[in-house]
């Protein structure tokens, strides 16, 4: 039962243009919303992250919108630049019980120059 | 202010052997979970715990895995009688408090 799904398992953008990051989730009880990078044989690295109270969060050239009714988020990364060329991974917690992260399956960004 | 440390990077063990990986939070984390990521998939948990408490180990195989994370020292992951499948990289993540957690470098495991 795959609770948080990112469809594209790949997306190519221009260098200098917006890159837009898609993710679905089905659990209803997930209260935090989370983004990570990740390059080849490294940890992920924290990115953003969004409360379920909250529609937008921004810092810098990332921002998170999350839908609600919808149970869909996304990141934009705006202007995309070389260095962000990574799989990138939409993580979501229910602050009840575990407070575990649910991930999904990843998609890898590749920037062009 | 170092990150998260894990150790071995790269484990290589022949079918029936242990693997023990290590974790250590960062500086003032009390909190540590294991994740496990396959090929071509994202990172499944696997088990929180707390300093001398298994908080969730809902993500555990039932049989040759355990984790502890004592009053001094590392986070242990460890395996037991390994076999071909368990070969993937194991990632400790810490935190704080809810929801951020801050993951090392990973442990890829091989077996042979």
């Known amino acids: 039962d795959q609770q948080v799904k990112q469809n594209s398992p790949s997306l190519s953008v221009q260098e200098g243009r917006i890159s837009i990051l898609n993710c679905d989730y089905t659990?209803?009880?997930?209260?935090?919303f989370l983004w990570y990078k990740k390059y080849p044989a490294e940890g992920p690295t924290f990115l953003i992250s969004i409360s379920s109270i909250k529609d937008k969060n921004e810092d810098g050239r990332f921002t998170v919108f999350l839908n609600k009714s919808a149970k869909h988020l996304s990141l934009h990364i705006v202007p995309s630049q070389p260095g962000d060329s990574a799989v990138y991974f939409c993580a979501a917690s229910a602050d009840q019980g575990a407070q575990k992260l649910v991930f999904g399956q990843g998609t890898r960004l590749t920037i062009n120059p | 202010n170092a990150g998260v440390m894990q150790n071995p990077r790269h484990l290589v063990r022949r079918r029936g052997q242990e693997a023990r990986l290590r974790c250590s939070p960062m500086k003032g984390h009390s909190h540590v979970y294991w994740y496990r990521q396959l090929p071509e998939e994202g990172l499944k948990f696997m088990v929180y715990l707390q300093k001398e408490n298994i908080i969730d180990e809902s993500g555990m195989p039932k049989e040759r895995f355990s984790a502890e994370f004592p009053k001094e020292g590392p986070s242990i992951l460890r395996i037991q009688q390994v076999v071909r499948g368990d070969s993937a990289a194991y990632f400790c993540?810490?935190?704080?408090?809810?929801?951020?957690?801050?993951f090392g470098p990973g442990t890829r495991l091989t077996v042979l």
């Open positions: 659990n209803s009880m997930f209260d935090y």
């Open positions: 993540a810490s935190s704080t408090s809810f929801p951020t957690q801050y």
